[in-house]
């Protein structure tokens, strides 16, 4: 069987979203300290609803192909929704990472989340820091 899956070949020889939004509403950057990748989303909210969202990953093919699902999934979205949106959720859309780099998924469910943050406190809106909690990856416990 081969180690990646078409969806996850397929998101990362075509990816989706790539790129910068000037004047984004929110931005969120996150790094894995173990691999020293970087991922950085982009959102621009219109109505609590993300219009658009980009993406620039400089990081391994995995991370690559999970930025690009990622935004994907969100697109069009509410805040909210993608809020909700999980590193399981996106593994499971790509039908599956290998275990060892299901870690890597778990970079863009951080960015999203960074990239919301960032969108509420530039514009004063009150949330659970607990939806926010950052440190420990309680995924893949890597
Ligand atoms: Fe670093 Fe995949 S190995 S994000």
């Given at each position: 069987?081969?180690?990646?899956?078409?969806?996850?070949?397929?998101?990362?020889?075509?990816?989706?979203?790539?790129?910068?939004?000037?004047?984004?509403?929110?931005?969120?950057?996150?790094?894995?300290?173990?691999?020293?990748?970087?991922?950085?989303?982009?959102?621009?909210?219109?109505?609590?609803?993300?219009?658009?969202?980009?993406?620039?990953?400089?990081?391994?093919?995995?991370?690559?192909?999970?930025?690009?699902?990622?935004?994907?999934?969100?697109k069009g979205k509410?805040v909210s929704e993608?809020?909700?949106?999980?590193?399981?959720?996106?593994?499971?859309?790509?039908?599956?990472?290998?275990?060892?780099?299901?870690?890597?998924?778990?970079?863009?469910?951080?960015?999203?989340?960074?990239?919301?943050?960032?969108?509420?406190?530039?514009?004063?809106?009150?949330?659970?820091?607990?939806?926010?909690?950052?440190?420990?990856?309680?995924?893949c416990h890597e």
């Amino acid at each position: 069987m081969a180690l990646y899956s078409e969806k996850v070949m397929d998101h990362f020889t075509h990816h989706r979203n790539v790129g910068v939004i000037e004047n984004a509403d929110g931005v969120g950057e996150v790094g894995n300290a173990k691999c020293g990748d970087i991922m950085k989303i982009y959102l621009k909210i219109d109505n609590d609803v993300i219009t658009d969202v980009k993406f620039e990953t400089f990081g391994c093919g995995s991370a690559i192909a999970s930025s690009s699902m990622a935004t994907e999934m969100i697109k069009g979205k509410p805040v909210s929704e993608a809020l909700q949106l999980s590193n399981k959720a996106v593994a499971e859309a790509l039908d599956g990472l290998p275990a060892h780099k299901l870690h890597c998924s778990v970079l863009a469910e951080e960015a999203i989340k960074a990239a919301v943050k960032d969108y509420y406190d530039r514009h004063g809106i009150a949330y659970d820091p607990s939806e926010f909690a950052e440190g420990s990856c309680a995924h893949c416990h890597e």
